[in-house]
């Protein structure tokens, strides 16, 4: 089965910046919608951002719109999440999800929705304030 994983997680204090990674073989490759998600200890997942790497669709939440950006590099089978402004309360286990075709539009926000089949093992952020 694939493999994704996701890399980048870490600490820092409030305003700080982090860049978070997923890689997978043949993640950019084709029709694939990439989602990332988190979930805090005691909340429920949370869709923050969604990728159709055919495309130019993105999709966002709107907790981290103006501050998050999704973005892709094909050549390394890679998604990414730059996370700019962060505040403590984006402080969550982030996940990267694959599912192989298109992305619902917001839907793909939406685990349940979007039906993502391929899940990665999760990083940590922690914001300081």
């Known amino acids: 089965p694939l493999k994704v994983v996701e890399s980048g997680g870490g600490s820092v204090p409030a305003g700080g910046s982090l860049r978070l990674s997923c890689a997978a073989s043949?993640?950019?490759?084709?029709?694939?919608?990439v989602g990332w998600f988190r979930q805090a200890p005691g909340k429920e997942r949370e869709g923050v951002a969604s990728i159709y790497t055919a495309g130019t669709s993105k999709y966002y939440a709107d907790s981290v719109k103006g501050r998050f950006t999704i973005s892709q590099d094909s050549a390394k089978d890679t998604v990414y999440l730059q996370m700019n402004s962060l505040k403590p309360e984006d402080t969550a286990t982030y996940y990267c999800?694959?599912?192989?075709?298109?992305?619902w539009g917001s839907g793909s926000l939406e685990a349940a929705k979007q039906g993502y089949s391929y899940w990665g093992q999760g990083t940590q952020v922690t914001v300081s304030s």
């Open positions: 999800a694959l599912d192989e075709g298109a992305c």
């Open positions: 043949g993640l950019t490759a084709g029709t694939n919608c």
